[in-house]
């Protein structure tokens, strides 16, 4: 694989090595070979003295290999930096950290976590470890990450000038300055050309931006430089996706299944792929084979989400009691989080509101306060006021806050909009415009990811103070970066208010095709997007096509809770267009 990269990549030299003898002293051999023709241009030996540290002796080795390399002049400029001094002197934190990234390249944060941990166990003062611990691959809190990064900082006059890039850069990146964040990553990519860390994070974090050819360009760049990098085909395939270039995506999520065909991570970013273009069969078919690649991965919820949108309920069932079954405590909550949408799709909100009362009381019982505990608390607000119970609806609002103000870092912003949106719902009006104006202060000329969730809260606010027009303005500001589910739906529903009849047909005919996470959160919105697109049909004067849409409706929850409104109300629609 090796020489693969290297001739793709354009690499001449390769080099490799190995720990001939561990005891009494280190003994290290490397060898220089043609990328291509495999010749041996020249081989080095060094022996480290009795009880002699092992960076030592790679500083050594490091030493024999620039010399054998006939490397340009600038080369023999650069300062000569101890390995230790810019890693650690503990052979085991190297160790974990090298696992921990071998864990993050294929997509296994958590179990990347409890490497980084064993590392700094093993050496407290490793600033790279800290660095990575902070990264989003991480299944932490967003207090905790930033406590991670502050470490990193604390700690990185040890590290090296690029390492001190990287955690400069991401620094700023996690505290919101997107801006510093592109600089700091350029500047990383102008000093070492060939950086594709560098390169994948201004991809990245260009496109979450709103930049799109920066984006696309520095993604290419990695691919440029190491055409196997799995994060740069994975960012891609979903970037693609998300511009509505299915062709490039599909492309990009084969090339990333043929460099990792034994990996779980390929197979269920293509699932996710199928299931946001609305071919579930698919979805089901690569979710699949990532489950029996690795079950314990994290594929079970998507499987279990496709299984769910087909009424197999039983088989959904079986993959979220799975989740449930893992021993990693976020797979846990996370399924006991989708259990409770099984009755939500099929209307059953009683049953749902029981099931979500023992799921958070297990929560408490483990111990476990992060995000997927954090969203039952906000679900069962929706489901009471769903149900019309205002005075539950708050209080389990309140309860979503606090529980978020533990969580959150201060600068934090991705509670910030749920938050509001929630108070909204809940017509607390004036608390949902001071979360919206702390949120934009925080937030004014960032990334069009994070305005895209401001945009959303702030048409639902518009909403519920009956500023319909104001509404679609803001939702359709939100639907220009994220086209999910739930960003459909809601624009859906305002056009649907503002009787703009024909965008409501539009917006939600597009949404029922998206079979995304966010859809199978919102379960109850899921099924009601049948029913309000029947409306939109009944207005337009398409009687067919309006029945059609109550039918699915009605079918989907003919075992609902007889008193909610919608259900009733979709009866009575469906029977007077059989009786015209």
């Not at 009755?343 to 029981?354: I, R």
């Not at 539950?392 to 309860?399: E, G, I, N």
């Amino acid at each position: 694989m090796a020489a693969e990269v290297a001739k793709r990549a354009g690499v001449n030299w390769i080099v490799t090595g190995k720990i001939l003898r561990l005891e009494p002293n280190y003994v290290l051999t490397s060898q220089i070979e043609h990328a291509v023709t495999g010749e041996i241009r020249n081989t080095q030996s060094v022996q480290g003295e009795a009880g002699e540290d092992l960076f030592n002796v790679i500083d050594k080795l490091t030493t024999e290999i620039r010399m054998d390399l006939s490397l340009p002049e600038e080369a023999g400029e650069e300062p000569d930096q101890s390995v230790a001094d810019i890693t650690t002197h503990s052979i085991e934190a190297y160790r974990y950290y090298l696992e921990g990234m071998d864990y993050l390249n294929k997509g296994y944060g958590t179990e990347a976590q409890a490497s980084f941990e064993k590392s700094l166990e093993n050496d407290s003062t490793f600033a790279m470890a800290y660095l990575r611990l902070a990264s989003a691959d991480i299944p932490t809190t967003s207090k905790e990450k930033k406590k991670m990064i502050e470490k990193a900082l604390h700690y990185s006059e040890r590290s090296n000038k690029k390492e001190k890039m990287y955690i400069e850069s991401y620094h700023a990146e996690l505290i919101g300055d997107e801006s510093g964040a592109l600089k700091g990553y350029q500047s990383i990519v102008n000093a070492y050309p060939d950086e594709t860390e560098a390169y994948y994070s201004l991809g990245r974090l260009h496109f979450y931006c709103g930049n799109v050819e920066p984006a696309l360009e520095n993604l290419t760049r990695v691919i440029e430089i190491n055409p196997l990098d799995k994060r740069a085909y994975a960012a891609l395939a979903h970037f693609y996706q998300t511009l509505g270039d299915i062709e490039k995506s599909i492309w990009a999520i084969n090339e990333l299944i043929s460099i990792a065909p034994d990996e779980a991570d390929p197979y269920d970013t293509r699932g996710y792929l199928y299931a946001y273009r609305g071919n579930v069969n698919k979805a089901i078919e690569s979710f699949k084979e990532s489950v029996k690649r690795d079950p314990e991965f994290g594929s079970l919820s998507g499987l279990g989400h496709m299984y769910l949108f087909k009424e197999e309920y039983e088989n959904a069932e079986k993959c979220y009691r799975q989740e449930v079954a893992s021993e990693n405590e976020y797979r846990r909550a996370w399924g006991r989080l989708h259990l409770a949408s099984i009755p939500l799709y099929q209307g059953k909100l009683n049953e749902a509101l029981v099931n979500l009362d023992r799921v958070i009381s297990e929560d408490q019982l483990d111990g476990f306060e992060g995000y997927p505990h954090v969203w039952k608390l906000n679900l069962r607000s929706l489901v009471h006021l769903e149900k019309k119970n205002r005075e539950q609806a708050l209080s389990d609002a309140r309860r979503f806050i606090d529980a978020c103000n533990k969580i959150a870092a201060v600068e934090d912003v991705y509670y910030d909009d749920p938050i509001a949106m929630l108070l909204a719902r809940n017509k607390e009006i004036s608390e949902a415009e001071r979360y919206l104006n702390s949120l934009k202060d925080k937030i004014q000329d960032s990334s069009a990811e994070k305005m895209s969730w401001y945009w959303l809260a702030s048409g639902w606010l518009e909403m519920e103070k009956s500023n319909i027009d104001a509404a679609c303005v803001h939702f359709e500001k939100a639907n220009e970066f994220h086209k999910g589910f739930i960003f459909r739906y809601s624009l859906a529903l305002a056009y649907l208010k503002a009787n703009r009849l024909g965008e409501a047909v539009q917006v939600l005919e597009q949404a029922l095709k998206i079979y995304d996470a966010t859809r199978a959160f919102y379960a109850i919105y899921a099924v009601k997007a049948y029913y309000c697109l029947g409306l939109a049909y009944e207005k337009s004067g398409s009687a067919r096509k309006a029945a059609e849409q109550y039918q699915i409706f009605l079918d989907i929850w003919k075992n609902a809770d007889p008193d909610l409104e919608a259900l009733n109300d979709a009866r009575e629609h469906l029977s007077r267009l059989k009786g015209t």
